[in-house]
């Protein structure tokens, strides 16, 4: 039997991810979903690479874009020969652009997971070819026999997570797709569209698939977790909907699982009861749905839910977040906050913050100053407002100046930098769980010489980078799991320490 791929020289790709958690969990399932196929994956594509790249991207910010443009252009200078596919949320879009500009294929989002049998297709008849769709999509045509039962549009929202140690050692698995929060600024819901949960069933069978496989610590995550079940009650899921309907339906609800968990805490506790997971991580989860039921399941979970929690806050000012349709007050994500504290008193909180936003004064971001002070977060991811076509927020008044938002965004940035180096230095001579993750800068030890000496890197339970020394052989038998280390000094950005 003839090797199709090698004859081709089509056997070989690789894939850039741009983003957030989820676009990282939908490359890791065309990763491994390619790799299945007999495909090999390429770090770092050479000049003469003449198989296939795949950029999955993101456009939450004009930031996000040019980095997005920036990478195409080092893509086609650096490997001219190779086969390029653009997917995510900058593909939506940017569809004209990006194909006057050396892009062989654009995937939108709905079609991100029929890639591999694209890829297939084109390596198997030694052609390109792609057809318009009515909503003006660039999607694969590709013949029935090349798609896989797993593609069908019942499992649209597979529970996606990687298969094998060679992604990442804290496995991410994706509950949920799409956003119907309509917050002024952002970009999301147009680009994912509505909620889209998968099923508790598949989740829990993922879960016990990666414990078996060695993982001990499991990232939840998704374009808004805390909205999980929300679309079974819906009499038909929005992604089931055939074109040949028009979305209309017959009444049945085809999207209702057989049991009911139809919310996120319902599903941490089956997660919690029905398997042996040592550590379950949100991603994200937004101050509005955390409720008591959830803190108190974190409470009881003895850091089988990591006590750390990532809520976004965008604004510390009240007028400011009504204006960003965020739905909350300031005194509301004050209140919760204490709620948290008071049952979880170890908990670490990290959060987005936007500044620059239209018609924020310099009263508004010391609001944000002070609440950041008061919260002690542990991380803060900075933004300054970017003006998103398609939103309600590019039409305000009152746009602040790049130089505003870039002054403001430095002020607090170097607070952030300050709260972090406070939080990290309070646990040297403290023992954390760490997930073991990867070796990092090759035979670069931090203090033995011993030749077969490694420097380890992974995250502690409260989110910190932590790095440690270990052997080869240790490394290979630790490698996804939660060991303890003993704290002794900061290092890089982290803390360094000893298996304890």
């Known amino acids: ?284 989860v937004e101050i509005n749905e955390i409720d008591k039921d959830l803190i108190n399941l974190i409470s009881i979970s003895r850091g089988r839910i990591a006590r750390h929690l990532h809520i976004p806050l965008q604004s510390g000012g009240s007028r400011i977040l009504k204006l960003m349709n965020r739905n909350y007050t300031r005194e509301y994500f004050l209140n919760v906050i204490k709620d948290i504290k008071d049952l979880i008193p170890e908990v670490t909180f990290t959060t987005d913050i936007i500044v620059g936003f239209p018609g924020e004064t310099e009263s508004d971001f010391l609001d944000t100053v002070d609440i950041v002070n008061e919260v002690k977060f542990s991380k803060i991811h900075v933004f300054k407002y970017s003006k998103r076509s398609g939103t309600e927020a590019a039409l305000l008044g009152n746009q602040v100046s790049e130089i505003e938002k870039s002054e403001r965004s430095s002020r607090l940035r170097k607070l952030a930098d300050q709260l972090r180096i406070k939080f990290i230095l309070k646990n040297i001579h403290h023992c954390l769980d760490v997930v073991c993750e990867e070796i990092v800068n090759g035979n670069k030890k931090i203090k033995n010489n011993d030749k077969d000496t490694r420097t380890i890197c992974g995250t502690s339970e409260n989110y910190i980078k932590v790095y440690f020394e270990a052997s080869s052989g240790d490394f290979k038998r630790l490698r996804g799991k939660i060991v303890k280390v003993m704290i002794e000094s900061q290092y890089r950005a982290g803390l360094s320490g000893k298996l304890y």
């Not at 600024?185 to 016990?208: D, F, M, Q, T, W």
């Open 1 to 284: 039997m003839k090797n199709i791929y090698t004859e081709n020289n089509y056997n070989k790709f690789s894939i850039y991810t741009l983003g957030c958690k989820t676009n990282q969990s939908e490359s890791d399932f065309i990763t491994r979903a390619l790799t299945e196929k007999g495909f090999r994956l390429v770090d770092t594509p050479a000049a003469d690479f003449s198989g296939f790249i795949i950029i999955n991207t993101c456009t939450v910010t004009s930031a996000a874009d040019k980095k997005v443009r920036q990478l195409i252009r080092r893509i086609r200078n650096g490997s001219p020969n190779a086969k390029l596919l653009v997917t995510g949320c900058y593909a939506v879009f940017n569809k004209k652009f990006l194909i006057n500009n050396d892009v062989d294929f654009v995937v939108s989002n709905k079609e991100k997971f029929k890639i591999q049998d694209l890829i297939f297709k084109i390596a198997k008849v030694e052609k390109k070819s792609f057809n318009i769709s009515q909503e003006g999509e660039i999607i694969p045509e590709i013949p029935q026999k090349y798609l896989n039962g797993g593609l069908n549009n019942k499992e649209k929202c597979k529970s996606e997570s990687q298969h094998d140690y060679f992604f990442h050692s804290r496995a991410l698995l994706k509950i949920q797709d799409g956003c119907e929060q309509e917050c002024s600024y952002c970009i999301v819901p147009l680009v994912r569209g509505p909620y889209i949960s998968a099923h508790s069933e598949k989740i829990i069978n993922e879960i016990k698939s990666l414990v078996g496989m060695g993982h001990e610590e499991i990232v939840i995550t998704g374009i808004h977790i805390g909205k999980y079940g929300i679309d079974f009650n819906k009499s038909i899921n929005n992604f089931q909907k055939s074109p040949n309907r028009k979305g209309k339906s017959k009444g049945r609800n085809l999207n209702k699982p057989d049991a009911e968990v139809d919310n996120l805490t319902a599903l941490l506790a089956e997660i919690l009861n029905r398997t042996s997971l040592k550590r379950i991580r949100l991603s994200s």
